[in-house]
């Protein structure tokens, strides 16, 4: 029984991470193929699309299972850490790519929208395992905060050597 905020939250993200394995897998091939953005392809590629399907389905577990908030709320939070670090380095190095944040049917491109709806797994992990112990939550939430300020502080800075034509 879900009987407080941080239950709630860590509900909604065991969903979310369950759809998104969920579409992944059901359009496996366009998923292993957005791997190249990252330099990936061929049996690398199929084994980290297997990988990361395999991780999101083993957090959405262990979210609806009976383990600790912290458990479950810091294994969510790594999840949003490596799925904000990876929307970061596309956009701050330009690629326009899907995101296939839910599979191939998913038609978002990486932009600042993907990139913090990102944010908010990351985030919603670290409130979820630390919504017991304030001074942890603020710790925690300035540690996501120097991050996330550095991530969209290089975004800022591609965009505007973009638009002033300068090399990167």
């Known amino acids: 029984m879900v009987d407080d905020a941080a239950g709630w939250v860590r509900y909604a993200l065991a969903v979310t991470l369950l759809v998104a394995a969920g579409a992944k897998a059901r359009d496996l091939g366009p998923f292993i193929g957005s791997l190249r953005s990252y330099g990936l392809g061929g ?20 979210s609806f299972a009976a383990t600790s908030d912290v458990v479950a709320g810091m294994l969510c939070a790594v999840l949003g850490l490596f799925f904000t670090a990876a929307q970061t380095y596309l956009l701050a190095t330009g690629q326009r790519v899907s995101c296939l944040c839910f599979g191939a049917r998913s038609a978002d491109h990486v932009s600042p929208r993907t990139w913090g709806r990102a944010v908010v ?22 540690i996501a905060g120097g991050v996330l300020l550095f991530a969209a502080v290089a975004i800022a800075d591609r965009s505007l050597r973009a638009r002033r034509r300068q090399p990167v």
Do not use: K
């Open 121 to 142: 797994v990351l985030l919603s992990g670290l409130f979820v395992a630390f919504a017991g112990s304030p001074t942890r939550a603020a710790e925690a939430v300035t």
């Open 43 to 62: 049996p690398p590629a199929t084994a980290a699309a297997a990988m990361i399907i395999v991780v999101e389905v083993a957090a959405s577990a262990v």
